[in-house]
């Protein structure tokens, strides 16, 4: 699997937008982007994934740069409750398994 | 309305005392995962089951087991648990193991080994 480095820690204040950076510079063509997060004591979960283009839903964006090798999670109105670590995978699909990296502790701060 | 279910949710067993943490879901899916997480790491699968066709990881010890008598139970078997087998086991679902199903994991069984 791609390996991914993500910042330890970060901190926002309530009510502005999160951006979480990954670096996946030895990524594949055919290997997805994947973010979860875990709130502490909680089982992982999923936000959102893509592949080339930027992606949108009710929880957050992904922004992939063009040569694939970076994205950036954004969360665009952090509350007290997206406080959890954040996890960037790279996906290799040949049986489903998800390599969780070291991740980054986001704390929203009121 | 809860989709993947662990029970129990803290389970304290003896040094070398047989332990089954046990998962269901209710979403069909043709895959069940069993994680281990550690004490402030990421969790790292064990080994998974594509309906019933077993795949262990490489480093996964032989101390650990697993059943799945049906498409919604898959059971983790501790043999002899060691003080380094406490941990939070974490079970997660996919539909398939395609590049965009989503794994949808359960709130996890917290391990305590005496």
């Known amino acids: 699997d791609a390996k991914t480095t993500q910042p330890p820690s970060m901190d926002c204040a309530e009510g502005r937008a999160a951006n979480l950076p990954c670096n996946h510079s030895?990524?594949?063509?055919?290997?997805?982007v994947y973010w979860y997060r875990q709130i502490h004591s909680q089982g992982p979960q999923y936000i959102i994934h893509?592949?080339?283009n930027n992606e949108t839903n009710e929880m957050a964006s992904l922004i992939i740069t063009e040569d694939r090798k970076s994205s950036t999670l954004i969360l665009p109105h952090a509350t007290l409750r997206d406080t959890a670590v954040y996890y960037c995978?790279?996906?290799?699909?040949?049986?489903?398994?998800?390599?969780f990296g070291s991740g980054t502790q986001l704390t929203v701060l009121p | 309305d809860a989709m993947v279910i662990q029970n129990p949710r803290y389970q304290v067993t003896q040094f070398g005392k047989p332990v089954t943490l046990s998962c269901s879901q209710t979403?069909?899916?043709?895959?069940m995962y069993w994680y281990q997480q550690k004490s402030s790491q990421a969790p790292k699968l064990l080994f998974h089951?594509?309906?019933?066709?077993?795949?262990n990881e490489a480093d996964t010890p032989d101390n650990f087991q697993s059943r799945r008598p049906n498409t919604s139970f898959c059971f983790l078997d501790i043999r002899s648990p060691g003080l380094g087998d406490a941990a939070m086991y974490l079970c997660?679902?996919?539909?398939?193991?395609?590049?965009?199903?989503?794994?949808?994991f359960g709130p996890g069984t917290r391990l305590t080994v005496l």
């Open positions: 997660a679902t996919s539909r398939e193991v395609g590049e965009e199903d989503t794994q949808y």
């Open positions: 030895t990524i594949s063509g055919n290997e997805y």
């Open positions: 893509g592949l080339k």
């Open positions: 995978i790279v996906r290799v699909v040949i049986q489903g398994q998800l390599t």
């Open positions: 979403l069909n899916h043709n895959v």
């Open positions: 089951y594509y309906d019933k066709d077993f795949n």
